[in-house]
């Protein structure tokens, strides 16, 4: 991976900006009946997940990643919607565009967050907590979304700081004050400390980050190994890692929640092709190609497993990423109830050009007869809609509740 320098000595100025319940804030803005009202961004299935909530639906107790049931029993007068991807990534793409204006190293995290370093941009656009103010009113202005900033010196105390100020805030910590900023806040906002390992912490006193920057070393080893050590070096705020920016799409996917669980390839199959010819027709579009397709799937515990195969050449057909996945699935327990599946293409490259001599490991040229069809499908989806021409076996299958592209 390739890592990027501001090009300018001393302390970093790092920004970390994070648009607020992003999908349905997006909601609120296009359908203004819907602003001040408790909105939940969720596939149609009772068996699907939350995508986002309003805060207006948060106060409830409503959060992302939340079953759907369980979000209608919480607020049942919440307005639940269905996500729209392709409006998700126009606005996501507009926001971006916009930081883009102020300095090049823009490292995307989703569709709806990123740090920026803005260390080089001081001439031109001023101090870190200047140029996080201008960003937050130029999306205002230009978008009607709202973004919440954190200015710090390291990545995770700009993290930290714009989850602080949410929704619509600005928090700046400043240079030299990092450990002073995180040590009075609890163990489990630092990275890396989840449900386990707070409580590993919580039994050797470290209830605070601040407690554990202060605490014995051999003590938290003693404990948590290695995983301790990188840990108290984030508490004391020793955070080297560099913002490195992905201008393009990292990954185009789709998944599906299913209404009832699935055991075994044969259920999978079709759910497979699907999302796959979905991720191929969002790639054409996009003119991308890739070569890595990753097979995902949870079970119905919540457990979840990846897959990944690395193909000779980049790719944008369909049978091709469903081959590679359907071929992952030898690799995955499948006599465990599965309630998800997903499929995701990510290493783009260029396609594959035709008249190109192969090498002796390159995959076979593409199917004149393929492009063709691709090309019908593409032509057809544009005038009708996605899913307007759908593979034999398809027919009938209208499973888009859990589409996930980013």
């Known amino acids: 991976m390739t890592r990027y320098d501001s090009g300018v000595a001393g302390p970093r100025a790092i920004i970390h900006l994070d648009l607020d319940a992003f999908y349905a804030s997006v909601e609120q803005l296009d359908d203004p009946q819907l602003r001040g009202r408790p909105v939940i961004v969720a596939g149609p299935s009772r068996r699907g997940v939350v995508c986002a909530a309003s805060y207006e639906a948060r106060r409830f107790g409503v959060r992302s990643a939340m079953p759907t049931a369980r979000a209608e029993r919480l607020c049942p007068d919440g307005v ?67 973004v919440s900033a954190g200015v710090a010196e390291v990545k995770l105390a700009a993290k930290i700081a714009s989850d602080l100020g949410k929704p619509d805030g600005l928090v700046v910590v400043p240079q030299g004050a ?10 489990g906002r630092l990275w890396g400390v989840g449900k386990v390992t707070e409580a590993a912490l919580r039994e050797l006193h470290c209830a605070t980050i601040g407690d554990l920057a202060r605490a014995p070393a051999a003590l938290v080893a003693s404990r948590l190994g290695r995983h301790g050590a990188d840990l108290q070096a984030l508490a004391r705020g020793d955070d080297p890692r560099e913002v490195i920016p992905d201008e393009e799409a ?64 980049p790719t944008s057909d369909g049978k091709t990423i469903y081959d590679a996945a359907r071929a992952q699935l ?53 005038r009708f809609g996605r899913g307007a021409v759908r593979p034999a076996t398809l027919a009938g299958d209208r499973r888009d509740d859990g589409e996930h592209d980013g």
Do not use: W
């Open 250 to 313: 990292r990954s185009v996917g789709a998944e599906e929640t299913f209404e009832e669980d699935v055991v075994g390839a044969d259920a999978l199959l079709a759910r497979l092709l699907s999302q796959s010819e979905r991720v191929a027709q969002r790639l054409r579009e996009h003119g991308l190609a890739g070569r890595t397709v990753t097979l995902k799937v949870k079970y119905s515990d919540f457990r979840q497993v990846t897959r990944r195969v690395t193909l000779a050449a």
């Open 330 to 382: 030898a690799r995955v327990d499948l006599d465990v109830p599965v309630r998800l599946s997903g499929v995701t293409v990510s290493g783009f490259d260029a396609p594959p050009a035709a008249s190109r001599q192969l090498g002796l490991f390159d995959a076979p040229p593409a199917d004149p007869r393929r492009d063709a069809l691709n090309a019908a499908v593409d032509s057809l989806a544009r």
């Open 178 to 187: 990092v450990a002073a900023f995180l040590a009075p806040l609890p163990i």
């Open 80 to 146: 639940f919607v269905s996500p729209r991807f392709d409006r998700y990534h126009e606005l996501s793409d507009e926001v971006f565009a916009i930081f883009r204006r102020v300095t090049p190293l823009v490292e995307p995290l989703s569709l709806d967050e990123a740090f920026l370093d803005v260390t080089g941009s001081a001439a031109l656009h001023g101090s870190g907590d200047s140029i996080a103010r201008s960003l937050k009113l130029r999306v205002k202005e230009e978008t009607g979304l709202t």
